[in-house]
């Protein structure tokens, strides 16, 4: 009825142990029986050198810490490894190397004779290995159902693994690499135009020597979901995402589809599906294409931006526009600002903020032919009379009047207290003055560095 003793040991002095357990072979009173560790052993190696593979061991057979492979003491040879053993064998019983352990605290749990005797198993002291034996064997076992499980053939012993007789199967396999996939930059405006790349970072995490792939697709993902026209080329994309050798992550990139249309804002989802060489963790992420189009009714409306780039049109009635710190693009529609009833943005900004100018299913038309600054007018007591004189000399620097030309735009400055502000006015495909037609914006308000005097570039104003 031997004692137990806990005592500390290093990978190293662990596997001696086993070593000189299996020394002698397997029929012979030392061979090891273990608990919460196996090993695999090739006799025909010389002794001292048997041991081939040894893992310590969960419950379920899960290696928690591997300590030799192939042959060689794996990780820190200096690490601590706390067993329990017969205090029989801790005194260097059966000639087990455990006295010559370098730091081995040792602490002997035996149990003296005079202990209580307690619980079902009576004919040893308690704490005795003989009492903790037959505890746990009558707590799980009954006379009706006693013991009889037969030993497990060598064959199939997978703690105790003789290779003559059976593969190596100590070592747990290396799992295979988990892909996982979230949202990079996914949550932004879609513009007015051209495509806004949203993007979704895939990344593998365990082994990445080898390639591994998965297929990932777009989907419409709740109420306001998006849909294929949100996308380049009007369809939802996919593809797959590959991860070559030593890589650890990739992006996908989605292209979202900008437009002058006011929505919900959307969401969509990229999801992985049919990885090789890898399996999935996270496998869905979501994008969120958030409105950036604000359109007004027929009446007269206010519409206000916010801090993100914009497109704001007022529709019919004299509206009143506010982009916010933008840059926001500001659009119109011959007929909707007239010259007897303009809009007004009040925070135009010169360089950040443009014009366009829609057709009546609001997509943009050509930029105007061309742009010019005339000198401020002091006479005009009318917007009316304000667009007449510019019409007639859209241009003062140049000599003579210079009518302003079909397709073409011209910024003008008024300085009667009747009308006092500044104004963009666009003329439509005809070149007489159309007051109903014909756009007059009121810029008064505007930030940053009015044009000077004369043609300047298009794109100043116009986007």
Do not use: C
Request: charged share 20%; net charge negative; proline share 6%.
């Amino acid at each position: 009825n031997n004692g137990l003793s806990l005592v500390s040991v290093t990978p190293v002095e662990l596997k001696a142990l086993v070593e000189h357990g299996i020394a002698a072979g397997v029929n012979q009173g030392r061979f090891p029986q273990v608990g919460g560790l196996a090993f695999s052993y090739d006799l025909s190696r010389p002794a001292g050198e048997r041991v081939v593979s040894m893992a310590i061991e969960d419950e379920s057979g899960r290696d928690l810490d591997v300590v030799v492979d192939g042959g060689v003491v794996a990780g820190d040879p200096n690490r601590t490894i706390r067993m329990v053993t017969l205090n029989f064998l801790a005194s260097g019983g059966d000639g087990y190397p455990f006295t010559t352990l370098s730091n081995p605290n040792r602490v002997d749990l035996t149990a003296s004779d005079s202990n209580p005797r307690t619980g079902v198993a009576t004919f040893a002291p308690d704490g005795s290995e003989q009492d903790a034996l037959a505890e746990y064997l009558a707590a799980i076992h009954t006379p009706a159902n006693p013991f009889k499980a037969a030993d497990t053939a060598q064959q199939l012993d997978r703690r105790l693994q003789n290779l003559a007789l059976r593969s190596d199967a100590v070592i747990d396999p290396e799992p295979p690499p988990v892909l996982t996939i979230a949202a990079l930059a996914a949550d932004q405006t879609e513009g007015q135009s051209g495509v806004t790349p949203f993007t979704f970072t895939v990344t593998r995490s365990g082994d990445a020597e080898g390639v591994s792939t998965a297929r990932w697709a777009v989907s419409s993902t709740g109420r306001t979901g998006a849909d294929a026209s949100d996308f380049a080329g009007n369809r939802l994309p996919s593809g797959t995402v590959r991860l070559r050798a030593g890589e650890t992550s990739q992006t996908i990139t989605v292209n979202v589809r900008g437009d002058l249309e006011q929505e919900s804002d959307e969401r969509f989802s990229v999801s992985l599906s049919q990885p090789r060489n890898a399996t999935l963790g996270t496998g869905r992420a979501t994008g969120t294409i958030r409105n950036d189009d604000l359109i007004g009714t027929a009446r007269a409306d206010r519409v206000r931006g916010t801090a993100q780039p914009e497109f704001l049109d007022g529709r019919g009635g004299p509206d009143i526009l506010t982009g916010g710190s933008g840059p926001d693009l500001f659009g119109f529609r011959y007929r909707e600002s007239p010259i007897t009833a303009p809009d007004r943005i009040t925070d135009f900004r010169f360089g950040e903020d443009r014009v366009a100018v829609l057709d009546p299913s609001g997509k943009p038309l050509p930029l105007p032919t061309s742009l010019s600054r005339t000198a401020d007018n002091r006479t005009a007591t009318s917007l009316s009379d304000l667009a007449a004189a510019v019409f007639a000399d859209a241009d003062s620097q140049r000599r003579g009047n210079q009518a302003l030309a079909a397709n073409a735009a011209v910024l003008v400055r008024a300085t009667n207290r009747a009308i006092a502000g500044t104004y963009l006015l666009i003329n439509d495909k005809n070149a007489a003055l159309n007051t109903r037609n014909d756009l007059m914006i009121n810029i008064t308000g505007y930030t940053g560095r009015l044009p000077g005097l004369g043609s300047m570039a298009v794109d100043a104003v116009f986007g």
